[in-house]
C-alpha cells in the first residue's frame, strides 16, 4: 500500500468533511425549546431532505442510519483499500453476526436488527452461519462463527454468543490494521481495544463479576497485559482507578475518576475516549498522503450521528441542555 494511492479519495473527502456539522450547528440545536424546532434547524445541513418525515415519524435512528450506510458505500466505492474501510465497518458486521447466530439458535425473526453496513453483504454472512464455510469470508469471519457456534452447541447458553464475538471482534480489528501494515493505524487500533478494555473492566468491577467472566470478556489484542487487567478486576473502582492512573492511560483515568466518590467511572472512560481518540486523529487533517484522511472522517460522521441522536433524544424527553451537553462528543470541525 502506497501513501500516493490514497490521492484521490482523500481529495474526495475533504468536500465531504465541509459538510459535518459545526459546533455552532450543534448549539443551535441544543438551544432550540423543543423536538420540532431543533430538527428545523437541520435544513440547512446534508439531512435537510428528511427534516418533514422526521418531524412527523421522530424516527431519527433511521434517518442516522441511512445516512452512515450511504456514507460507508460511498467510501468503499473511492477507497483503493477496502481493508481501511472495514476498521470501521466490522463492528456492523459483528453486530449482523450475533443477529443472525440468534436467529438461527432461537428460530425467531430478528431482520429488522440487521444493519445494512459493511464490507461483506449480510446475504453472505448468513450463508456463513448456515455452511460453516465460505469462499467469500476472510477466515477471521468463520474462525468467529465456528468459535461462537461450537459454544452454543456444547453450553445451550445464547448470551455467550455476545460474549465471544465481542473478544472475537478486537482480535479480528487488529488482524486488519496489522494487514494494512501502516504504524500509525495500528496504534490507533491497539488504542481503541485498550480503551474498549478499560470500560469493560471498570463495570465488569461495577457488577461484581468473576475473574473467570473477566478472562472470557477481555481481548488480548491491546497493550495493556490481560492477566494484568483481570488482576485489577479484583479491587474495588477507587482502587483500580489509582492503579490505572500508572499506566500510559494517566491523563485519561484521571479525568475519568467521579471527582465526590474518587471512583473511576465506565460512562466517564467513554467520554474521554472519544475525546483523546478524536484529539488522536485531528492531525490527519493536514495530511494530503496516506489514509489517515480517510480515518479521521469516518470517525468523525460516526461522531455527528451519535452527537445527533443525543441532541434529538434530549429535545424528544425535554432534557435539560447541561445533561445532553455533557454526553457529546468533541466536534472535528469548529
Known amino acids: 500500500m502506497e501513501s500516493t494511492d490514497f490521492v484521490g479519495a482523500n481529495t474526495r473527502v475533504r468536500v465531504y468533511e465541509s459538510s459535518l456539522l459545526r459546533n455552532d450547528q450543534y448549539e443551535r440545536m441544543l438551544q432550540a425549546?423543543?423536538?420540532?424546532?431543533?430538527?428545523?434547524?437541520l435544513k440547512d445541513t446534508p439531512y435537510r431532505n428528511d427534516v418533514e418525515e422526521l418531524k412527523e415519524t421522530k424516527n431519527y435512528d433511521t434517518l442516522l442510519m441511512n445516512e452512515l450506510q450511504s456514507v460507508y458505500t460511498d467510501l468503499f466505492k473511492?477507497?483503493?483499500?477496502?481493508?481501511?474501510?472495514?476498521?470501521?465497518?466490522?463492528?456492523?458486521?459483528?453486530?449482523?453476526?450475533?443477529?443472525?447466530?440468534?436467529?438461527?439458535?432461537t428460530g425467531e425473526n430478528f431482520e429488522s436488527l440487521l444493519i445494512n453496513i459493511g464490507k461483506?453483504?449480510?446475504?453472505?454472512?448468513?450463508?456463513?452461519?448456515?455452511?460453516?464455510?465460505?469462499?467469500?469470508?476472510?477466515?477471521?469471519?468463520?474462525?468467529?462463527?465456528?468459535?461462537?457456534?461450537?459454544?452454543?452447541?456444547?453450553?445451550?447458553?445464547?448470551?455467550?454468543?455476545?460474549?465471544?464475538?465481542?473478544r472475537r471482534y478486537f482480535t479480528h480489528l487488529r488482524h486488519i490494521a496489522e494487514k494494512?501494515?501502516?504504524?500509525?493505524?495500528?496504534?490507533?487500533?491497539?488504542?481503541?481495544?485498550?480503551?474498549?478494555?478499560?470500560?469493560?473492566?471498570?463495570?465488569?468491577?461495577?457488577?461484581?463479576?468473576?475473574?473467570?467472566?473477566?478472562t472470557t470478556i477481555l481481548s488480548s489484542s491491546g497493550t495493556i497485559p490481560k492477566d494484568q487487567l483481570v488482576q485489577i478486576g479484583s479491587d474495588d473502582l477507587v482502587n483500580a482507578g489509582k492503579k490505572l492512573a500508572e499506566s500510559k492511560y494517566k491523563t485519561i483515568i484521571l479525568a475519568s475518576i467521579n471527582g465526590q466518590t474518587n471512583e473511576l467511572s465506565p460512562e466517564k472512560i467513554d467520554l474521554?475516549?472519544?475525546?483523546?481518540?478524536i484529539d488522536l486523529i485531528k492531525a490527519a487533517k493536514l495530511e494530503v498522503f496516506g489514509p489517515l484522511p480517510i480515518i479521521a472522517y469516518l470517525y468523525a460522521k460516526e461522531n455527528e450521528v451519535k452527537n445527533l441522536r443525543l441532541i434529538l433524544v434530549g429535545k424528544e424527553n425535554?432534557?435539560?441542555i447541561s445533561a445532553i451537553r455533557e454526553r457529546m462528543r468533541i466536534n472535528y470541525v469548529s
Open 78 to 105: 473511492i477507497t483503493p483499500n477496502h481493508d481501511l474501510i472495514e476498521l470501521f465497518s466490522l463492528r456492523y458486521s459483528y453486530h449482523n453476526l450475533k443477529v443472525l447466530l440468534k436467529e438461527k439458535v
Open 33 to 41: 425549546s423543543n423536538f420540532e424546532e431543533a430538527v428545523n434547524l
Open 180 to 214: 494494512i501494515n501502516d504504524a500509525k493505524i495500528l496504534d490507533i487500533v491497539t488504542f481503541y481495544i485498550d480503551m474498549n478494555n478499560l470500560s469493560t473492566l471498570t463495570r465488569a468491577i461495577r457488577q461484581k463479576r468473576t475473574r473467570n467472566f473477566l
Open 272 to 277: 474521554e475516549t472519544d475525546n483523546a481518540f
Open 318 to 320: 425535554n432534557l435539560p
Open 120 to 166: 461483506e453483504p449480510i446475504s453472505v454472512l448468513r450463508q456463513a452461519i448456515e455452511t460453516k464455510r465460505s469462499n467469500d469470508l476472510d477466515e477471521d469471519y468463520l474462525i468467529s462463527i465456528k468459535e461462537a457456534t461450537d459454544d452454543y452447541e456444547e453450553y445451550k447458553n445464547s448470551q455467550s454468543i455476545d460474549i465471544i464475538l465481542d
